[in-house]
Structure formats: C-alpha cells, structure tokens
C-alpha cells in the first residue's frame, strides 16, 4: 500500500509538472494561432462573436453545480479543462497522422470541412436556453456547438481522432432531475440497510425502519445529503478523466468505471457506519459529519479506485514469442534498446 502511495503522488507530481509545460507552450502559440485563424477564416471573426459570448454564459452556468442539488456536479466547471488538456498534450501525434491522411486531399475538399448544420444547431440550443433560462439545455448546446465546431473546421477524420477526449464532454451534461431523485432513494434505503445489518454486529438494539437507524441513545437519518450520490458521481468522473489522461483502452475504461462505483458505494456505507458509532458517544460530532464529509470520503474513493486500477492493470506479463521478440528488436533498433525492449 506504501508503494502505491507513493505511486500515486509521483503520478500527481508529473501531472503538474506536465500541466505546466502544456500551459507555457500554450501562452506562446496562442497568439500565432489567432493570427492564423484570422487570415484563413476572416469572416467567422463576426460569426464567432456571438457564439462566444452564448459559450461563455452556457458555461457559468456550470458553476451552478456548486450551489445546486448536494453539489454532487461540482466536477463540472472542470470538465473543459480535461479535454482541452487532452487535447493539447496529444497535439503532434493528432496533427501528424491528420496531415498525413489529409495530404491527397486539396484545403477545400469536403473531407478537410464538414457541414455547418450542427454546429448552427448547437448555437440555437444554447440560444433557446439562455432565453429560457434552462441550465442544462444551454450545457446541452455547448457541448453540441464545441464538438460541431471541431466537425465543421477539420472534417469527420479530425473529429474521429478527438473522439475520446471529446466523449468527456458528456460529463457537462447535468444528468435527468427525475433520474437523481430515484437514485438517491435507492442509495439511501439501500446504504441504510447495509450500514444497519453492520452496525448490529457492533452494538445491540439497533433496529432499521426505512431511511432511519434507530441506536441505543441516538438515532441516524440517511438522508439525500447521506445517501451517496455526492460521492458516486464525483468518484466516476474522476475516474473517467484518469482512464482519459492515461489512455487506457475502452474495456479498461469500463471496468476502472465499474470498480469506481462499487468502491463509491461501499465508502457511504462506511461513512455511515462511523457516523453511528461516533453518535453512540457524541451525537453532535456525528449530526456534523452526516451534512460535511461527502468531498472527504469522495476523495478516499478515488484513491481506492486508483490503487485497485493500478494493482489490476499490472497483472501478469505474457511471454512473447520469438517472432513478437524478433518484430519487436528489429522495431527498437534505432533507439539502441531492442533486446531490452523485446524482453
């Protein structure tokens, strides 16, 4: 576990550091791509305006997850970051092989551009939500107008090299008020249930009915702030940004998913637990804890879901045949490291 610790923080250190590389290369290529856009697209500086001005109000209006239901969608003013960040790291490989795809085809050529329709269509919906003052149709038209807008400048090849950073951006979108509701009522009868049949095998006398938890001298409330979904959806977008910023492959992605939701899960459930044997001696110090810890525990999760991924995906080494070694060294030769490599 120390080792993984370790791991864990030298992995946070090399992402500053990475983090702030990126950002410096940005600051002094910004100004040239400006430049460049405004010679090749001179009349989109009009157009783009107003879009601007309609992206920018779409995204304030992400940081209303802070105020909003449990501040479970705090993660949200974020998400742009990530898959800008993603971006830009891959920047060469993407423009490289986007070039070299591109090179039999003229700059005007329908495959270089693609149509305009969608990324008109995103600037209507986030029009139509600042009119009607709907927070999650304007995130809706945000995220439809950027993923147009990559569409419409560089072509479908473009937007499929960019697919999974770009798939991030799902994230923005608040998920259904009716589908938080039923899961937050079956976290909290479930987390009670679970939590109540633990809690019997520490202390007599502890009964369940419904969302409560009735103790010898107190009795615990799982309510909506209790109930996990302030854990459960912070803990699966980290987990989906570590999958993005490591490059895992679809099916790990899937499964590091599924481990950040069971671990999620079973961390409320503790956090339950403690809630009661603290309220057991101190009830104050435990009402505290039910309303102030879901961005504590959410944060344990993660680090959980991150040492179970890193254990898993060590796994065991397959041999490689002697072709694969072969393949492999004739591959490495030029870097002076092929036989090592091919082991």
Known sequence: MTQQSTQFVDGV?????????????????APEMFRAFRRDYPEWLWVSIPMVILAIYAYAMTWMSWFGFERLLIFQPFVPFAVGYAIWRDREATRIDYDETMEPFLPDSPKRRGSLVPLFLGCLIMLGGTMTTL??????GLVVTLISAVYAFFGGYALRLL????????????????????????????????????LQTFMHDVHVQGTFINLPNYSLEVSAPCSGVS????????????????????????????????????MNVVRIVVMGLIGGVNPAAAHFLHDSNSMLFAGFSFYLTFLIGARIQRGPRRRLSAFERDLAASYYSG???GEEQAR
């Open 135 to 140: 927070t999650w149709l304007c995130i809706v």
């Open 13 to 29: 250190g090399h992402f500053i550091n990475d983090f702030r590389d990126q950002l410096d290369q940005s600051r002094k290529g």
């Open 231 to 266: 854990i459960l959806f912070p803990v699966v977008a980290l987990t989906a940004f570590l999958a993005l910023f490591k490059r895992l492959h679809l099916s790990w992605t899937g499964i590091m998913l599924v481990i950040a939701i069971m671990v999620a899960m079973a």
């Open 163 to 198: 697919l999974q950073p770009l798939f991030y951006l799902l994230f923005l979108i608040p998920p259904p008020l009716v589908l938080i509701t039923m899961l937050t009522q079956w976290l909290q009868i479930g987390s009670t249930v679970v939590a109540g049949q633990i």
């Open 335 to 337: 870097t002076g490291d």
